[in-house]
């Protein structure tokens, strides 16, 4: 019984495999029936567009059955432990998978379940968003070892998940956010306050939202002010390497941190990117409770 809460869980060779299944599922959608009789728990105490519609339609896909939970709907949101929730729910389904702020809430269900758990997000860690990431660079690369992937903003859960599972696949990523907003430290990551010289030759250029959901909304105005120069745009991207090309794990908000002819021009795989949410996660509960 394994729990995916950082991307740290997985081997070089497991995510290898994870991506090239992946990449099968994605060519056969309906090839897989997985899990027949069996139900995954989908907990949502923040909204979610791409999360939440891939994760419920991939379960079902592998013939699964996904029970979506508002937090509000439920006793957690009463005061019921993560505890005793996870106790619970391990009597009942399969995986429990989880949206939410802190890190501390999926830690304390992963170490009560008797299923595995699953990060949806957190404030920390976005990992099924990395592992779409990954995968959308391999099938237009068709290897990841010796790739660089430049993510240019706030030092946020989207960087740290590609910086840890970035390294595993032997990508090499950089970081470049404003000073104040930056990364803490990740093995094997290379964190500047540059963006240009982040973007210098690499192989694709990565932006996220400047406001995230679990930022204050008093320092939005503070945080767009210091974000501006890391926009991802065509100046920016004329530095990358000529096949590069621009990410983003959507939500976006053209014109701020990605320029609005990026977002629906030519050099982009950013829908592909979401699509592969979905095949990704698929092949991740494969492994986890196929
Ligand atoms: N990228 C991502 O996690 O999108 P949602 O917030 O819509 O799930």
């Not at 006793?75 to 399969?94: F, I, Y």
Request: proline residues 5%.
């Amino acid at each position: 019984m394994r729990h995916f809460l950082t991307g740290s869980e997985l081997t070089s060779s497991e995510l290898a495999a994870l991506l090239e299944r992946a990449t099968e599922l994605k060519e056969a959608p309906e090839s897989s029936q997985v899990l027949a009789g069996k139900s995954v728990a989908l907990i949502f105490e923040r909204p979610s567009t791409r999360t939440r519609v891939s994760f419920e339609v991939g379960v079902a896909e592998l013939g699964g059955h996904p029970v979506v939970l508002r937090s509000d709907e439920m006793q957690l949101s009463r005061g019921e432990s993560p505890r005793d929730t996870a106790l619970v729910l391990s009597r009942h389904v399969d995986a429990i998978a989880i949206r939410t702020g802190p890190d501390e809430l999926v830690e304390q269900l992963a170490q009560y379940a008797t299923v595995p758990v699953i990060n949806m997000l957190t404030a920390g860690h976005h990992p099924t968003q990395a592992l779409a990431d990954l995968q959308t660079l391999n099938e237009n690369f068709g290897h990841l070892n010796g790739l660089t992937l430049t993510y240019v903003g706030d030092g946020n859960n989207v960087a740290r998940s590609l910086a840890i599972l970035g390294r595993t696949a032997g990508v090499s990523v950089r970081i470049a956010s404003p000073e104040g907003y930056e990364l803490e430290p990740v093995a094997g990551a290379q964190l500047t306050n540059d963006p240009r010289e982040a973007a210098r030759d690499a192989d694709a250029l990565y932006a996220d939202v400047w406001v995230s959901m679990n930022d204050d909304p008093h320092t939005a105005e503070q945080r767009r002010r210091a974000l501006e120069p890391y926009r991802l745009d065509e100046q920016l991207l004329e530095l990358a390497a000529p096949h590069a090309f621009a990410l983003h794990c959507l939500p976006a908000h053209p014109g701020e941190e990605i320029s609005e002819g990026l977002l629906y021009g030519e050099r982009q795989r950013i829908w592909d990117q979401a699509e592969n949410r979905r095949h990704a996660q698929k092949a991740l509960l494969e492994l986890l409770i196929g």
